[in-house]
């Protein structure tokens, strides 16, 4: 394909092949516990420091949180990263976000419980075919979601997470940029729609939000007429249009704990449960429906990746010093500056 055809429309994303459900033998209490112990001990030893994501399992968040670590959104592990003084960053999540903390922690150890463990949205924007689409529009701005690889980041001018988008795209439209957003065509659609921007969307999505399902979800809204309806704005247009709050993970689970509801409907990864459950424990949370008519189950929305990880495999690279994420230092450098942009616009609005 020439770069003179390699227009949205044209683009042919690569098959996103989702992995195996992992067989993670059953723990007793007593299993459990021992093991957690252990890795409580390994970190220490190790001088290191566990990060998780919302998306993870809980007794992995509960643990982060035990250990002094923290449960955030991939941006935050990573800038939790920068200001720990712990040498090792054991980041369970998927690759993209142990890749963002080596680039923003080059002279720390990375150690992921499985580096297998990727993302829909990055492996639908490989890097040889979006620096071509970029190429092929040198006029426009490129702005990358986080949920990229390093060589995606460090093709664009800036990398944004869903909490800060629609304030940096403001930003480049008041200032009349062109923008080429990639690689969720969902949250790209929405943020246009909020910002009114000029913007080329890649068609990429995550394989999560992109199975929730208007119709199911009326269903279920007439079956709880008083919940709040709470969406991730990776989710499909139609799903978006029913929300009451449109926001991050972090958003979301902000919602939760404020709005004055007991009901919950929620769009996203079935891990975020753990966290609303902490700051809302006495309100109902109601999984958004992801299928329809004939399906095995009323909802799916858990990330197969996410799933990759467990105790069992945090403690193995503890005491092994596998699956350490490493990233070129100039490659670094690179995708560190569109970070870096982003960090440093964030702390001006603070500000």
């Given at each position: 394909?020439?770069?003179?055809?390699?227009?949205?429309?044209?683009?042919?994303?690569p098959?996103?092949?989702?992995?195996?459900?992992?067989?993670?033998?059953?723990?007793?209490?007593?299993?459990?516990?021992?093991?957690?112990?252990?890795?409580k001990?390994?970190?220490?030893?190790?001088?290191?420091?566990?990060?998780?994501?919302?998306?993870?399992?809980?007794?992995?968040?509960?643990?982060?949180?035990?250990?002094?670590?923290?449960?955030?959104?991939?941006?935050?592990?990573?800038?939790?990263?920068?200001?720990?003084?712990?040498?090792?960053?054991?980041?369970?999540?998927?690759?993209?976000?142990?890749?963002?903390?080596?680039?923003?922690?080059?002279?720390?150890?990375?150690?992921?419980?499985?580096?297998?463990?990727?993302?829909?949205?990055?492996?639908?924007?490989?890097?040889?075919?979006?620096?071509?689409?970029?190429?092929?529009?040198?006029?426009?701005?490129?702005?990358?979601?986080?949920?990229?690889?390093?060589?995606?980041?460090?093709?664009?001018?800036?990398v944004?997470?869903?909490?800060?988008?629609?304030?940096?795209?403001?930003?480049?439209?008041?200032?009349?940029?062109?923008?080429?957003?990639?690689?969720?065509?969902?949250?790209?659609?929405?943020?246009?729609?909020?910002?009114?921007?000029?913007?080329?969307?890649?068609?990429?999505?995550?394989?999560v939000?992109?199975?929730?399902?208007?119709?199911?979800?009326?269903?279920?809204?007439?079956?709880h007429?008083?919940?709040?309806?709470?969406?991730?704005?990776?989710?499909?247009?139609?799903?978006?249009?029913?929300?009451?709050?449109?926001?991050?993970?972090?958003?979301?689970?902000?919602?939760?704990?404020?709005?004055?509801?007991?009901?919950?409907i929620?769009?996203?990864?079935?891990?975020?449960?753990?966290?609303?459950?902490?700051?809302?424990p006495?309100?109902?949370?109601?999984?958004?429906?992801?299928?329809?008519?004939?399906?095995?189950?009323?909802?799916?929305?858990?990330?197969?990746?996410?799933?990759?990880?467990?105790?069992?495999?945090?403690?193995?690279?503890?005491?092994?010093?596998?699956?350490?994420?490493?990233?070129?230092?100039?490659?670094?450098?690179?995708?560190?500056?569109?970070?870096?942009?982003?960090?440093?616009?964030?702390?001006?609005?603070?500000?």
């Open positions: 394909m020439q770069h003179s055809d390699l227009t949205a429309d044209a683009i042919v994303l098959k996103v092949v989702t992995p195996d459900h992992p067989l993670v033998p059953k723990l007793s209490i007593e299993e459990e516990t021992a093991l957690k112990n252990h890795i001990d390994l970190l220490k030893r190790n001088n290191a420091v566990l990060v998780a994501h919302y998306y993870t399992d809980g007794k992995i968040q509960n643990l982060a949180e035990e250990t002094g670590g923290c449960v955030a959104d991939s941006l935050e592990m990573a800038r939790f990263g920068m200001e720990h003084p712990a040498r090792t960053l054991v980041v369970a999540g998927v690759r993209f976000m142990g890749e963002t903390s080596k680039i923003l922690n080059n002279d720390k150890r990375i150690l992921m419980p499985d580096l297998s463990a990727t993302c829909s949205l990055d492996d639908c924007c490989p890097a040889d075919l979006f620096s071509a689409f970029c190429d092929n529009h040198p006029d426009h701005t490129v702005v990358v979601y986080a949920n990229t690889s390093a060589r995606v980041k460090a093709r664009s001018d800036w944004v997470t869903s909490g800060i988008a629609l304030e940096i795209i403001k930003y480049l439209a008041k200032n009349g940029e062109k923008i080429i957003w990639a690689p969720d065509r969902h949250l790209g659609r929405y943020i246009q729609s909020q910002t009114g921007a000029e913007m080329i969307l890649w068609p990429g999505s995550c394989i939000h992109e199975e929730f399902r208007a119709v199911a979800l009326q269903r279920i809204r007439k079956l007429p008083a919940a709040a309806v709470l969406v991730h704005p990776e989710s499909p247009h139609d799903v978006i249009c029913q929300a009451d709050v449109v926001g991050s993970t972090t958003a979301l689970i902000k919602a939760v704990g404020n709005m004055p509801n007991t009901e919950f929620v769009a996203t990864d079935a891990g975020i449960f753990n966290k609303m459950r902490q700051i809302a006495g309100k109902t949370l109601i999984e958004a429906p992801t299928a329809g008519d004939g399906a095995t189950c009323q909802s799916c929305a858990h990330c197969p990746w996410m799933e990759m990880n467990s105790l069992q495999k945090l403690a193995h690279i503890l005491e092994t010093g596998e699956n350490e994420i490493l990233v070129d230092a100039e490659l670094a450098a690179k995708a560190s500056i569109p970070i870096t942009r982003m960090l440093n616009f964030s702390k001006m609005i603070r500000l």
